[in-house]
């Protein structure tokens, strides 16, 4: 059974930072990418940064230079260091995993970590 959860999160100033991390648990051998989506009531829920399995990592164009995805390999954990925190990065920030199991991929989420930044 694959579970993906999530930590970090909370409440900060505009101009601060926050740390989100993400462990997947079960078969690794079929983990592939693992990355953050976020999502704002009423809106689509939009691409922060993924890491294919590789190490390549995409990020959305709103926080690239601001934020950074790093890995753990070894712990099938993930972290979103998030800098330079702006209002508009308030969100519910989601991690996503992506398996390939018998050819085919799936997605699991996590259930979600609140982001908040007020100036």
């Known amino acids: 059974q694959v579970q993906v959860v999530e930590s970090g999160g909370g409440s900060v100033q505009t101009g601060g930072s926050l740390r989100l991390s993400c462990t997947a648990s079960?078969?690794?051998?079929?983990?592939?990418?693992m990355g953050w989506y976020r999502e704002i009531p009423q809106k689509q829920r939009e691409l922060v940064a993924m890491m294919t399995s590789g190490g390549t990592t995409t990020y959305g164009d709103s926080v690239k230079g601001r934020f950074a995805m790093s890995r753990d390999a070894a712990k099938s954990t993930v972290t979103l260091q998030m800098d330079s925190l702006k209002a508009e990065d308030t969100a519910m920030y989601y991690c996503?995993?992506?398996?390939?199991?018998?050819?085919?991929?799936?997605?699991?989420w996590g259930q979600g970590t609140q982001v908040t930044v007020s100036s």
């Open positions: 996503l995993l992506k398996t390939i199991e018998r050819g085919a991929i799936r997605d699991y």
């Open positions: 079960g078969n690794s051998t079929k983990f592939y990418n």
